[in-house]
C-alpha cells in the first residue's frame, strides 16, 4: 500500500476534484476561490490516481458517474491506498447500487447530491477537514502519551521530581484528549445526519421526515436548556428512528400505519426494535438506540415492544414520538389524510394521556409554536370549532382546504351567515368533519355568553 506524507499544520488543505465534465469542475474551482485550500483538478480517475501518487492529497471529491473508472471505484482505490484522505461522493442521480459501493468499498465520509448549494458545500468540506484534523491530532497525543509513558516508566526508579513533572504533563494531555473524543462524538452525530438523508432517498420528497424531526428536537433541546449528551442522543435518536424501515417495500413505506394489514402490521411494530438491533453494536449509538427502541410505546401501556406506561418509557423517548407524528400526520404516513400542522397538533392534543404524556403535549405545542410560523393552536385566542358552531363575526385564523386539498377560505376572512350555511352544506355534500381555526372577537363572545 502506498503511503503519504501528512499535511502539516502550516500548510494549505489540499483538495482534488474528479468530474468528468469541464463545467462542474470550473463551477467548484470559482466556488473555492478565495477559500483555504490549494486545489486540485483531474477529469478522470486515472489522472486523480496520478496526481495522488505525486503529492499528498487531504480531501478527495468525486463525480459518481464517470466512463472507464467511476467515483465508487476510485474511492475504493483512494481508501486502499490513501486511508487518511476524506472520501466525498458527488452526484446529480440517486443511484442506490453506486451509494452502496461507495459506502461498502471506498468508505465515503459525505454524500453531496448536484445540484450543490454553495453554503452548503462550503460547510461539509469545512466539516470534514475539521474532523480529519481531529483524528490526526487525536492519533498524534495517543503517541505522545504512550511515549510519555515509557519515559515515566524509565525515570520512576530514581527521578521522583521528573515523575511529578510527567504526570502533570500526562493530566494535560488527557484533558486534550478529552477534547478530542467530543470533537469526534459532535463528529458522529454529523454523520448520521448523512446517513439519515442517504436513507431518505427511499421516499418521494413529499414522506420524507427525517431533517423536519432533527430541527424540532434541536429547538425543544435548545429552548429547554437540556445538556449535551442528551441532545446529542435525541438528535441521532431523530436522524435515524425509522432506519428499520430500510428493508420494506416501496408499497409498505408509502402506505399509512393505520391502512396496513395485518402481515404488514405486525412488520410495522418490529421497526423500532430493528432499528435498536442495528444501532446497538455502535458504542456511541448506544443510549440513542434505547431511545430509538421505545419510541412507539404509548402513555396508556398500549404501545410497543414493550407496552411500558407512563414515566417507565424514556424521556427521550416520550418527546420522539410527538415530534415523529407531529411530522408524519403531516406526510401522510400514519393516517391516510394529510394534515396541516395545526390539525396535527389537535390530533396530539385529543390523544394526551393515552398516546401522549399529557404534561408535554402543551409544552411540546409551545415549541411548535416557536419553530414554525403557521402554527396557530399556541394563540390563546384561537378556537378550534366544527362548522355548526360557527357564528357571524368569526375570523378564519388559518387557511381552509377541502380534503383533496382544494383552497376554500383564506385566512383572515371574516364569516357571516350566507357563508357558514355554505360550508356546512359542502361538508355534508363531501361527507367530510374539518376542524375549524377562528379567532373570536370579543363583541362576538359577549354575545355567544349572553345567548348561552
Not at 62 to 71: H, I, Q
Not at 102 to 131: F, V
Not at 368 to 387: E, G, I, R
Amino acid at each position: 500500500m502506498e503511503e503519504q506524507l501528512p499535511t502539516t499544520v502550516t500548510d494549505k488543505p489540499k483538495l482534488l476534484l474528479v468530474d468528468d465534465e469541464e463545467s462542474i469542475l470550473n463551477s467548484l474551482r470559482r466556488l473555492l476561490r478565495g477559500q483555504p485550500y490549494e486545489v486540485l483538478l483531474a477529469t478522470s480517475g486515472a489522472q486523480a490516481l496520478e496526481i495522488m501518487a505525486q503529492q499528498p492529497i487531504d480531501l478527495v471529491m468525486t463525480d459518481a458517474r464517470m466512463p472507464n473508472m467511476d467515483g465508487a471505484t476510485l474511492l475504493a482505490h483512494v481508501h486502499q491506498r490513501y486511508p487518511d484522505t476524506t472520501r466525498i461522493m458527488l452526484t446529480g442521480y440517486a443511484d442506490p447500487s453506486a451509494i452502496i459501493k461507495a459506502i461498502n468499498e471506498g468508505q465515503i465520509h459525505r454524500y453531496i447530491s448536484k445540484p450543490w448549494h454553495d453554503e452548503e458545500m462550503l460547510l461539509t468540506l469545512r466539516q470534514s477537514l475539521a474532523y480529519q484534523h481531529s483524528e490526526r491530532e487525536r492519533l498524534r497525543l495517543v503517541q505522545e502519551t504512550w511515549d510519555q509513558n515509557e519515559k515515566l516508566k524509565q525515570l520512576n526508579a530514581t527521578l521522583e521530581k521528573h515523575v511529578a513533572a510527567r504526570t502533570s504533563e500526562l493530566q494535560q494531555t488527557a484533558d486534550m484528549l478529552d477534547l478530542a473524543y467530543e470533537e469526534l462524538k459532535r463528529s458522529y452525530v454529523t454523520g448520521t445526519e448523512v446517513f439519515s438523508l442517504l436513507a431518505n432517498l427511499r421516499l418521494p420528497p413529499t414522506k420524507q421526515t427525517n431533517r423536519q424531526i432533527i430541527e424540532l428536537v434541536r429547538v425543544y433541546c435548545k429552548l429547554h436548556g437540556l445538556d449535551e449528551g442528551t441532545s446529542r442522543d435525541l438528535t441521532m435518536a431523530a436522524a435515524l428512528y425509522n432506519i428499520g424501515k430500510l428493508s420494506w417495500t416501496d408499497s409498505m413505506m408509502n402506505t399509512p400505519s393505520d391502512l396496513l394489514h395485518h402481515n404488514d402490521r405486525e412488520r410495522y411494530r418490529g421497526y423500532p426494535k430493528q432499528s435498536e438491533s442495528l444501532l446497538m453494536t455502535l458504542d456511541p449509538m448506544k443510549d440513542a438506540a434505547r431511545l430509538i427502541l421505545h419510541h412507539q410505546e404509548r402513555w396508556d401501556g398500549s404501545g410497543f415492544p414493550d407496552r411500558l406506561k407512563g414515566e417507565a418509557i424514556p424521556f427521550g423517548s416520550r418527546l420522539l414520538k410527538l415530534a415523529v407524528d407531529f411530522i408524519e400526520l403531516q406526510r401522510g404516513l400514519i393516517l391516510e389524510r394529510q394534515m396541516n400542522s395545526d390539525e396535527a397538533l389537535v390530533y396530539i392534543r385529543q390523544y394526551a394521556g393515552r398516546l401522549y404524556d399529557p404534561e408535554l403535549v402543551e409544552d411540546f405545542i409551545q415549541v411548535c409554536a416557536t419553530y414554525l410560523s403557521d402554527v396557530t393552536l399556541a394563540d390563546p385566542t384561537v378556537k378550534v370549532l366544527a362548522t355548526r358552531d360557527l357564528v357571524a363575526g368569526m375570523i378564519l385564523a388559518r387557511n381552509l382546504n377541502a380534503d383533496n386539498g382544494m383552497l376554500l377560505l383564506n385566512a383572515g376572512k371574516v364569516l357571516n351567515g350566507p357563508l357558514v350555511e355554505k360550508l356546512i352544506a359542502f361538508e355534508a355534500m363531501e361527507s367530510a368533519k374539518y376542524s375549524i381555526f377562528v379567532k373570536v372577537p370579543e363583541e362576538v363572545e359577549g354575545a355567544l355568553l349572553e345567548t348561552s
